[in-house]
């Protein structure tokens, strides 16, 4: 299932045969920040009403630097997950502004809600941990 929204917004997202929601983000402009903040939350809530694992990965590689908006979106969503979610969500990183951003956004909230987000600097690292978190946790 590919996503047509990126014509609209940098934002796009890929539903792969193994269950593992691919979201990909070609910039950090408000539209997009908000399309994929609004998006990912409706799948958390929509896994957790299922009782699903829900397993994603975030494709940021395209981006050079943060944005205050971006943080503060990503953050608020974070932080409003649904308790009890079982969830993976590894994050792609590749360079360190990125992965700054990702830890400035991870910090000051409760490890309950980051234990489960681990960067990573390549996709395919990426994709081994989401699989091996499937064995670990289930459907």
């Known amino acids: ?3 047509t929204q990126q014509q609209q ?3 796009s997202y890929e539903m792969r045969e193994d269950g593992i929601l691919i979201y ?3 910039n950090l402009h408000r539209d997009t920040v908000d399309a ?3 998006f990912s939350h409706e799948h958390d ?3 957790y009403e299922a009782s699903m694992h829900s397993r994603c990965l975030l494709d940021v ?3 050079s630097f943060p944005t205050p908006y971006a943080i503060k979106r990503i953050r608020e969503s974070i932080s409003t997950s649904p308790d009890g979610l079982r969830e993976s969500y590894a994050v792609v990183t590749p360079t360190k502004p990125i992965y700054t951003f990702a830890r400035g956004i991870m910090s000051n909230l409760p490890s309950s809600k980051t234990s489960s987000i681990h960067l990573f600097s390549s ?3 990426a994709l081994l941990w989401l699989t091996d978190r499937l064995q670990e946790l289930g459907d």
């Open 45 to 47: 809530i929509q896994a």
């Open 24 to 26: 990909r983000l070609a």
């Open 9 to 11: 917004t940098g934002f």
């Open 61 to 63: 590689s395209n981006l």
């Open 123 to 125: 996709q395919e690292d």
């Open 1 to 3: 299932m590919e996503d």
């Open 36 to 38: 994929f903040v609004e």
